[in-house]
């Protein structure tokens, strides 16, 4: 019993109320609890916040990648097909869910060391990419594909290190490989995991450049994990700012840097120290991330927050609206 | 388990009281010590496969030092002599039986239980120093190897390499043919080495050459022990002395062995600490199988392996009764020891331990 | 990977080297009466002690001792003092045999321990994972003879069933013609000739399957039983393996490029393959060990057998060449394993 599934124009993909919990040992842990955005074709979103607040989990649960003892609870992620086809894809079959997986919605996973599987080559992840999603994928197309592949992002050689194992490689070049192996059947969705925090400064900048072109070319939506806020400002079109489990400020990249409203979103933003002014302290946000077993009522940025009234300890904040594209999750905007 | 944790925590603060006494402060220094140690006591209470190997080891322990003593029938009397149907009776269960041993006789008319008694110290007393001798040889030199690196580690590398190339049991049957000539050699001319070691095993300095015999699967069985220990602990000193506090420690200027036994050592030994009580079981099992090949102490030693192997020659007609009891006698020591092990290695486990530490100190609040 | 092969057949000589001189020293150094210990402890005449003396260079220096010994381990020419046979013919016929009930047990291990350990992973935490540890336990804490007998009593005793005395041979027909296969065949066929040497082989060789069959009848029984005591440890391994893989990242990220479910395990599997086979390889040495055991118990004329009557009699010749070949075959088949090891994983080859 579905009611009509509905994206707007020029949307690709809507995450509505996404609820994800993880029942361990200590307590059952509310990883993101009631998270909404969404993605325009074309465009790049940033997903913004610490570690542990729940950027991760989310990009995972969209295409119900989350494992036990973690469950997706509740929520909607409607994404458009390639086919014109509007999906659920909590709710859809298993089997068109891996047909949409690797084909249509890419990941790249954070530490490209661990996602390759040591025992196989760069070209073999490639290639069962491709056939797996194809009827009769011939090993000749595929690895002369996959050369392709290695060429647009920037690997010097392909023909050489499309027969590389992953630990024959450098960092950076495992890096672009999977970026590669994500890219082999053109999505339409691409979720970057923080695509660029295991690798030096200098390689951070092609690889950025590198998706920025990529994106443009193959015209994808892509979601963008990140906690270094110069990233985001480089290529980001909208940020959504995620703390202990939800959203608490969203907006196009100018509206959050240049009009901050969300306490956390002006802590962070000051916490970048800006290299052309000196200064005394390096500044911190004080305090640490809650646990999120109990979560206590209210805003859970309360505890941290230097400018919180009472009402935030007992009721949370919805979102508001603060200008066109921007909302807060925050009293001390209810009169606006 | 509650009073297991209780014991051992009595043991700990008995221990630290004593070394507070030694040096004023002890306590306060070492508080992170001792609350480690009283988390681990907790989670060995709560492990249900670490209390009863505990208590098979607690029992095999007792019954090894006591057993020579309380024995009631002194091993070097052959029954039969006195009278031939002795040899291999029935074990006597039912209540109609009387006056006939409980569990049967062996070979020589003996009564197998106080045999086993004997047997049991032999086996334990084998086992224990056969690790604890062993394990620290190769512990030493596998961080000495692993420490220094270059012509040290290779030549070391090529030691254990060659001695690994034997299968164990093959190169200890090797070694045990041959050593026991020299041995009684040694005995023989040595009366204090040849009281120590008759009281160690609980026989009689008469046995000498037998005792010979049992030194000799001592020592076969250490040369096979040491080369795993050391191969092992030379690896993970190699990934250990990378590190940058072993680094630091080598430019405060401390010396090779200061480094090896503070920094390096602690950082390798839990695996090592499971490997040894897995290894007792082990060379409980190892030593009884060369005994039942002949390489052990003859009759009249009432050695368990050895009385099993004499057993099998009359199998299963008349002699099941010595071959099932004295297997489930060996059995039960080794899995005392296993499943000790087993629960070691579960405590030790860095991945379970949140989990451990999260319920202590959930009890600890409740306790208040 | 030619360079890893050259690599590791060079480190095979200096262990070689190594093995002969452990031997050596088992065999001159450490004996306080090496004549007495050559001899056994019969009482001989005093020439002929004085006779193998000379012969054995009992009274030479050691390097003198130690070439002779090298060179009559190498040429197969050790004598046996007692009964003026070379021990070397002996060995080879008897040690097929060993190889023969060591591989049976293999295969009992791996038809054993491997299904176990894949279905202690699948049903992770239930009955039967449970089930595997308590045989793991059981397998490492009984005493391998305990569980021969207790086999023999199971199946013998009280199902009546019987065996032959002796070991299931190929015809002499095929025999003959493994044996000339080096002449027909240079490296090949000295290779398939030593191989030959197992009963088992030579008559897969020629084809005659009844034979092999009738191996399998004979030897069943203690290849059961070493399957059964090592298979609880293999299967717990295979699991603890078969686990880790599956928990492994780039299982996720191949559930996230849309692998199917088959594929998915294909990973799985290729990597926790390799502990295993590495644990399978060092386990092959206890085999060989267990195989002396079991020949012991049920009277099967192996290499085990002929060592363990040597150890009864302190027949010392056989036991030094025994405990030599047995060491070669050991080191031989470690070699293999490190080969297959770098096959399966490329991370080795370096």
């Not at chain 2, 010979?212 to 092992?232: C, E, K, N, T």
Request: aromatic fraction near 10%; include cysteine.
């Amino acid at each position: 019993m579905e009611s009509r599934l509905y994206l707007p124009e020029g949307e690709i993909l809507r995450v509505e109320d996404l609820v994800v919990k993880f029942y361990t040992y200590a307590g059952v842990v509310h990883a993101v609890s009631g998270v909404s955005f969404y993605v325009k074709n074309g465009e790049t979103i940033a997903l913004v916040g610490e570690t542990g607040c729940g950027k991760t989990v989310t990009t995972r649960a969209i295409t119900r990648l989350i494992e036990s003892p973690g469950r997706v609870e509740s929520g909607r992620a409607l994404f458009r097909r390639p086919s014109g086809e509007l999906v659920d894809l909590l709710r859809i079959d298993t089997e068109i869910l891996r047909e949409i997986r690797g084909k249509e919605i890419a990941y790249i996973f954070q530490d490209p060391t661990s996602a390759l599987d040591p025992l196989y080559t760069i070209g073999f992840h490639i290639h069962e990419t491709i056939a797996e999603h194809s009827k009769n994928a011939k090993k000749k197309y595929t690895f002369k594909k996959a050369v392709e592949l290695l060429r647009q992002a920037l690997i010097p050689n392909p023909e050489v290190r499309v027969k590389n194992y992953p630990h024959e490689m450098s960092g950076g070049m495992r890096q672009r490989s999977v970026i590669a192996i994500s890219l082999s059947n053109s999505p339409r969705l691409l979720i970057a995991d923080e695509p660029t925090t295991n690798l030096d400064v200098t390689i951070q900048a092609q690889i950025l450049d590198l998706l920025r072109s990529l994106q443009e070319q193959y015209k994808m939506g892509v979601i963008l994990i990140t906690h270094n806020l110069g990233i985001v400002a480089e290529v980001a079109n909208r940020v959504y700012v995620m703390y202990a489990g939800k959203i608490v400020e969203e907006g196009t990249t100018e509206q959050i840097f240049y009009n901050p409203q969300h306490p956390y979103t002006k802590l962070l933003l000051r916490a970048v120290p800006d290299p052309t002014k000196r200064v005394e302290k390096l500044e911190s946000i004080p305090g640490v991330v809650p646990s999120l077993i109990n979560p206590p009522p209210g805003c859970r940025f309360q505890p941290r927050c230097p400018f919180a009234i009472i009402k935030c300890a007992s009721e949370e904040p919805p979102m508001i609206r603060v200008e066109d594209e921007h909302r807060v999750s925050c009293w001390l905007f209810e009169k606006s | 388990m509650e009073f297991v944790y209780k014991a051992l925590k009595k043991v700990i603060w008995f221990y630290a009281g004593i070394r507070e006494k030694l040096s004023r402060g002890w306590i306060t220094k070492n508080s992170s010590r001792i609350r480690e140690w009283e988390l681990m006591a907790y989670a060995y209470s709560k492990s249900p496969i670490g209390v009863i190997g505990g208590i098979i080891v607690f029992i095999v322990f007792i019954l090894a030092v006591i057993g020579p003593i309380i024995s009631w029938e002194p091993y070097w009397e052959y029954k039969i002599v006195i009278n031939e149907s002795y040899r291999y009776m029935p074990p006597c269960l039912t209540p109609s039986c009387s006056g006939n041993p409980l569990l049967g006789t062996d070979e020589w008319g003996r009564d197998v239980l106080a045999m086993s008694l004997y047997g049991m110290r032999i086996s334990f007393v084998i086992s224990i120093v056969v690790v604890l001798l062993g394990a620290p040889l190769g512990i030493v030199l596998g961080l000495l190897a692993g420490f220094k690196g270059g012509i040290v580690d290779e030549i070391l590398m090529r030691v254990t390499d060659i001695f690994l190339a034997f299968p164990g049991l093959v190169l200890a049957i090797a070694f045990a043919s041959v050593l026991p000539q020299r041995l009684r050699g040694v005995l023989e001319a040595n009366s204090v080495l040849r009281s120590f070691f008759a009281s160690l095993f609980g026989l009689r300095e008469a046995e000498y050459g037998q005792i010979a015999a049992l030194l000799s699967i001592w020592f076969a069985m250490v040369i096979v022990w040491w080369p795993g220990y050391a191969r092992i602990v030379r690896g993970s000193a190699l990934s250990v002395k990378e590190m940058p506090f072993i680094e630091a420690a080598k430019l405060s200027g401390l010396s090779t062995w200061s480094i090896l036994f503070r920094h390096l050592l602690p950082n390798v030994i839990s695996p090592i600490l499971v490997m040894m009580t897995f290894d007792i079981a082990t060379a409980t099992l190892f030593a009884a199988a060369l005994s039942f090949l002949g390489l052990g102490p003859q009759e009249p030693v009432p050695e368990l392996g050895f009385m099993i192997s004499k057993a099998g020659q009359f199998f299963p007609e008349r002699s099941s009764h010595v071959v099932v009891y004295l297997g489930s006698l060996l059995l039960f020591i080794a899995i005392g020891w296993n499943l000790l092990g087993d629960a070691l290695r579960d405590i030790l486990d860095p991945r379970t331990r949140r989990a451990i530490e999260y319920r202590f100190e959930k009890e600890e609040k409740k306790r208040g | 990977m030619v360079s890893f092969l050259a690599r590791r057949l060079i480190t095979f000589i200096p262990t070689l080297i190594g093995v002969l001189l452990i031997t050596y020293l088992i065999a001159y150094a450490i004996p306080a009466d090496p004549v007495r210990a050559w001899v056994g402890e019969k009482l001989m005449n005093p020439q002929t002690l004085e006779q193998i003396r000379i012969k054995y260079k009992f009274n030479a220096p050691w390097y003198e001792q130690f070439v002779f010994l090298v060179q009559q381990l190498l040429t197969g020419q050790l004598e046996d003092p007692v009964r003026h046979r070379n021990v070397f013919t002996e060995i080879t016929s008897r040690f097929g045999v060993t190889v023969e009930v060591a591989i049976v047990g293999f295969l009992f291990l791996i038809a054993i321990g491997i299904p176990l350990g894949l279905l202690a992973a699948v049903f992770k935490d239930t009955h039967v994972d449970f089930a595997v540890r308590i045989m793991a336990l059981v397998g490492s804490s009984l005493p391998a003879f305990v569980l021969y007998y207790f086999l023999i009593l199971l199946l013998f005793v009280y199902t009546k069933t019987t065996y032959l005395a002796g070991i299931p041979e190929p015809t002499i027909a095929c025999r003959t013609t493994v044996s000339i296969l080096p002449q027909r065949v240079p490296v090949l066929g000295h290779l398939a000739s030593a191989l030959g040497n197992v009963p088992m082989f030579a008559a897969m060789m020629c084809g005659e399957f009844s034979v092999v069959a009738d191996t399998f009848k004979r030897l069943y029984l203690p290849g059961l039983a070493l399957g059964l005591l090592n298979g609880g440890f293999i299967a717990r391994i295979v699991r603890n393996s078969l686990l880790d893989a599956l928990s492994a990242e780039f299982i996720l990220y191949g559930k996230a490029r849309g692998l199917r479910r088959l594929s998915v395990w294909k990973h799985a599997l290729k990597n926790a393959m390799v502990p295993v086979v590495t644990v399978l390889g060092l386990n092959f040495g206890g085999l060989l060990s267990g195989a002396i055991i079991a020949e012991t118990v049920f009277n099967i004329p192996g290499i085990g057998r002929y060592m363990y009557e040597a150890i009864m009699r302190l027949n010392f010749p056989v036991i030094i060449a025994c405990t030599f070949l047995v060491a070669v075959i050991y080191i031989t088949v470690n070699l293999v394993v490190d080969i297959l090891y770098a096959v399966i994983d490329p991370r080795i080859r370096y």
